[in-house]
């Protein structure tokens, strides 16, 4: 029933019911606003005519109040021209609920995400199955249909249930790029969490990790707006599309950092295939010296300039470039492989483009099952 309902959820908006902050009332302080709105702007100019178009990037910013409406209106077009033959499901209901956002018409993608449906395989989607149930399940007015109003509040009972196992005494929920949507699931859905959830807390963790640094990457971004906005993508029936928009804010002016002259950091890097039915086994490690304050992908392309048995490929997918393959042993769908990279016995949760290894820090790329 979960795999269906993430995928049938941008064909209910039209008829959707009430949605968002049900359960809990929290917000952004006034003092802390301008975070939340650098965030916005940041990832906003992430839009441009050469990078791939992102329909989550299109749901926040409608959300949210975009800024921007140039890129608003590029990243619209887009995804209206968008090729249906290179979208996953996921992405393809994504990409009508983006248009919907934008009061545009999907045209035949409607009909076509119907067809695939299907014959798609069945997956856990945790938060946004929780939302997509929430919003058939407010769909079924009382006293009609009772068995299957049942049958949607079992299954929603245990997909809330599923979230709220994740719920950490500082408010996350799973890690910090995951709590996004958890929050929005958890702000709509009628079934109480089994854990107590303070809304308000996670809202003041969230906000310090942006202090932090820790959301530069668009699709994190386009994932926490929404929140931080007090909305939930069962909002998206209710937002206006009419001219007007937001103006784009005054931001501090940030200073340019201080160029330095610092030693460079050795990182340790490891490539491990240790997967029965995978021919190429092999376990090696290198210590790679790059400059301070790099990131993961350019610790990959000097091992890869020293060692070919290092080589590496990426694909790009919407939180980013993805490593698809470490010498020549390649992710596959069917097989459920994929690489993770770890730091130390940590699995990371930022991409290769964005993760900044520390000086002597241990980072294996490990080709695993999921």
């Known amino acids: 029933m ?10 209910l908006w039209a008829a959707a ?23 916005q702007v940041l990832m906003e100019n992430s839009v441009t005519s050469s990078t791939h178009p992102n329909p989550s990037v299109l749901i926040a910013m409608n959300l949210a109040g975009a800024y921007n409406v140039e890129a608003q209106k590029l ?30 018409d999907p045209g035949n993608k409607v009909s076509i995400l119907q067809r695939q449906m299907e014959t798609w395989p069945p997956s ?6 929780t939302l997509a149930l929430t919003c058939m399940y407010n769909k079924i007015p009382e006293g009609s249909e009772e068995g299957y109003r049942i049958l949607f509040s079992q299954v929603l009972e245990e997909a809330v249930k599923n979230i709220s196992m994740r719920i950490k005494d500082n408010g996350i929920i799973g890690d910090i790029y995951s709590t996004g949507l958890a929050m929005q699931a958890l702000s709509v859905t009628p079934k109480q ?4 959830w303070n809304c308000q807390k996670t809202m003041d ?25 007090g909305k939930t993508y069962l909002d998206v029936p209710h937002v206006s599309c009419s001219p007007g928009h937001e103006v784009q804010p005054t931001l501090p002016n940030q200073p340019s950092p201080v160029p330095t002259t610092a030693p460079n950091i050795t990182v340790i890097y490891t490539i491990n295939n240790q997967l029965r039915g995978v021919e190429l086994f092999f376990n ?42 470490i010498n020549n042993v390649a992710e596959n ?38």
Request: charge should be negative.
């Open 333 to 370: 769908v069917q097989e459920r492989t994929y690489w993770q990279f770890l730091s130390g016995k940590t699995p990371l949760n930022e991409g290769v483009a964005d993760y900044k290894p520390s000086d002597h820090e241990h980072i294996t790329a490990n080709f695993t099952r999921y």
């Open 124 to 129: 856990n989607t945790g938060a946004m199955a």
């Open 193 to 196: 969490p089994n854990k107590e």
């Open 205 to 229: 963790t969230i906000l310090t990790e942006i202090e932090h640094g820790k959301f530069h990457n668009p699709m994190s971004i386009a994932q926490i707006l929404p929140s931080l906005k």
């Open 2 to 11: 979960t795999w269906f309902t993430l995928h049938i959820l941008p064909l």
């Open 284 to 325: 090696e490690t290198m210590d790679v010296s790059v400059k301070p304050g790099s990131v993961l992908l350019v610790v990959l392309e000097e091992a890869q300039r020293r060692n070919s048995m290092f080589k590496f490929e990426t694909t790009m997918t919407s939180w980013g470039l993805v490593v698809s393959s």
């Open 17 to 39: 019911g009430t949605s968002t902050w049900t359960r809990s009332s929290c917000s952004v302080p006034l003092a802390k606003q301008s975070l939340v709105d650098g965030i």
């Open 75 to 104: 990243l619209t077009d887009k995804l209206m021209a968008s090729d249906t033959a290179d979208l996953t499901i996921g992405q393809l209901a994504l990409t009508i609920m983006a248009l919907n956002s934008s009061c545009r």
